[in-house]
């Protein structure tokens, strides 16, 4: 069985400052890891996924993730945050040898400060 | 494209009444999934469908049921609602059907109150 863990529930910052939100992940077979955008009341949408080849993923809003496969992470990195990046953000994984139905973690909640 | 909608957006209950959230979606999409946020819980699947005709349970089912009559349409049901059961309801749908790929497609969420 597959599962997600979000190391920080919350992750406080200033504008215009560098942003890591991290995501760990276990499974026993090849993975495809997302992360998803919450903004304050409303659906989640997709941000950036990776399924395979490079390890490093570019999405959208100038957010980009690493895929180590060693260390079983996908860490979330934008080099320069904005106001409008306050929201939840979460990790998701699913696999290749299951029902396919993908795992979310707890969620981190990025707050942004003027 | 509208994508994913639910109805209704805000509701309150009394416990013991009953109700329906529908999920609709004009994608195609073959799976369809009823996730439930709570604070600090991140999102938990309720129950999901692979295809018409279809549904299955998830993480947290206990309470609720599902029905997927036609393909576009996911109908989560409370029969006898509890305070326990006060979240926010998502829907989503995702494409693929074999291989795990695809990103799901979420709606914006109905807020159940259950006092």
């Known amino acids: 069985a597959q599962s997600v863990t979000q190391l920080d529930s919350q992750v406080p910052v200033f504008e215009e400052a560098p942003v890591e939100l991290r995501c760990n992940y276990s499974s026993s077979v090849s993975v495809y890891l997302f992360w998803y955008v919450q903004y304050p009341n409303q659906g989640l949408q997709l941000l950036l996924k990776?399924?395979?080849?490079?390890?490093l993923v570019k999405g959208i809003n100038g957010f980009e993730a690493e895929f180590n496969k060693s260390q079983t992470s996908f860490h979330l990195r934008k080099p320069s945050v904005h106001i409008s990046d306050t929201a939840e953000y979460f990790c998701a994984v699913s696999d290749s040898g299951g029902s396919y139905i993908p795992t979310f973690g707890r969620g981190t909640s990025l707050i942004v400060h003027p | 494209n509208a994508g994913v909608t639910q109805t209704p957006k805000f509701r309150v209950l009394k416990t013991g009444q009953s109700m329906t959230l529908l999920c609709a979606q004009d994608?195609?999409?073959?799976?369809m999934y009823w996730y439930r946020q709570d604070p600090g819980m991140g999102l938990r699947l309720i129950h999901y469908s692979v295809g018409e005709g279809t549904t299955a349970k998830g993480e947290v089912p206990d309470g609720y049921n599902v029905s997927r009559l036609k393909k576009q349409n996911f109908l989560l049901g409370l029969e006898s609602a509890a305070p326990s059961q006060t979240s926010v309801y998502f829907c989503a749908s995702s494409r693929e059907r074999t291989s795990g790929t695809d990103e799901q497609f979420f709606g914006p969420g109905t807020r159940l109150t259950v006092l």
């Open positions: 994608m195609n999409h073959e799976y």
């Open positions: 990776y399924l395979s080849g490079s390890t």
